[in-house]
């Protein structure tokens, strides 16, 4: 037949020339999976080998200058002869051949690292080693960007936004029944998010901030983490004759639960828990499946105070907890109080 059929799964998007049996589709598609998984591994294979050549040029060129032998009239002379013995290699110019000595300098003493940093791209490295200035942040971005597959542009949203040192900074409060079922809430929830990415002027109402962050669900989510997965705006609860909205309704995939979030503009106040409390127990009744775990609530508000937070939280029976939003960037001075306190304390867990 002429007819073109779209063939689609979570893994493949192909286009065939004929009509498929299901049979056929299937050991097909197997076949493409396979292709895919190894173009992935060659992938991977040639940028480890970039990343060690890169290393081993660093540690060359550094070794070379510090013995007083090169000097930067000499590294431009290199990176010339490269040029004309190697006129299809790219990425060799005397600028880049420094960057490689200072990629080798930052991760020569710590085997850890020098092993994790194969697994991102040079224009990664380049990010991570040219900006943060310990070996705790340059981990930090590292082990993050291998878990949530940043690409060069997230990351750099992430250093902009200071994510380290938000998380350094996360006094998040959480009801005891979160403690409970979620014992590293701190390490997935953030007691403030920074959502300088919605454009919006101070002056907002909650329609104003819903429809921004479903506009810009992509930067939401990159904020949040990427295991969140959005499911609807206003999703609609019926309880008995009268129709309930959540304000914004995820999945999370790693603790297999629905997430509710319930945005306020104002400053939070205690009153704002028994809707969502309410929320919670009506997507537990009528909306989670059999398998998944109890949902979670999250109060988005505009300011907190956290004495008042913790008061109405401590005895609370919902895993609920109270985050903070922020249209800015946060004070890098400020949050550098905190910083050197969390790196007394994990120094040695990275």
């Keep these: 037949m002429n007819t073109k059929a779209l ?56 070794e070379r200058v510090t013995a007083s032998k090169w000097g930067k009239g000499v590294v431009k002379e290199l990176s010339e002869y490269i040029e004309k013995a190697q006129p299809e290699s790219k990425g060799f110019s005397d600028k880049n051949l420094w960057r490689m000595k200072q990629f080798y300098e930052t991760y020569k003493d710590d ?17 991570i080693f040219s900006r943060c200035k310990t070996s705790e942040e340059r981990a930090f971005y590292i082990q ?87 499911i609807d705006e206003e999703y609609r609860l019926q309880v008995g004759n009268t129709d309930f909205f959540v304000d914004l309704l995820f999945y ?16 939070f106040e205690p009153e704002h828990l028994g809707q969502l409390n309410f929320y919670l127990e009506a997507l537990d009744r009528d909306v989670k499946k059999p398998k998944e775990n109890p949902s979670i609530g999250i109060l988005l508000c505009r300011d907190k105070d956290d004495d008042v937070v913790e008061y109405a939280l401590s005895r609370s029976l919902s895993p609920t907890m109270v985050a903070e939003y922020k249209l800015h960037l946060p004070n890098k001075e400020l949050l550098q109080q905190r910083i050197k306190l969390f790196l007394d304390n994990t120094s040695d867990n990275y």
């Design 111 to 127: 085997e850890k690292l020098s092993t994790l940093l194969r697994e991102l791209s040079w224009s990664q490295n380049l990010q």
């Design 252 to 267: 999370h995939r790693e603790l297999q639960c629905l997430v509710a979030f319930e945005l306020k503009t104002g400053k």
């Design 7 to 62: 063939r689609q799964n979570n893994s493949v998007n192909i286009e065939t020339p004929y009509d498929l049996s299901e049979e056929w589709e299937k050991d097909f598609e197997n076949v493409v999976l396979m292709i895919k998984n190894a173009h992935i591994k060659a992938y991977s294979s040639v940028n480890r080998t970039l990343i060690d050549l890169y290393f081993s040029l660093g540690k060359y060129i550094s």
């Design 144 to 230: 993050k960007t291998i878990k949530e597959h940043y690409s060069v542009r997230e990351l750099n949203r992430q250093i902009d936004s200071r994510l380290f040192e938000t998380i350094a900074d996360n006094n998040l409060i959480v009801s005891p029944v979160v403690k409970e079922i979620v014992p590293n809430a701190k390490e997935i929830f953030k007691d403030s998010y920074t959502l300088e990415f919605l454009g919006l002027p101070q002056k907002h109402d909650e329609k104003d901030l819903r429809k921004a962050l479903v506009r810009n669900m992509k930067q939401f989510i990159l904020e949040l983490g990427k295991d969140f997965i959005f």
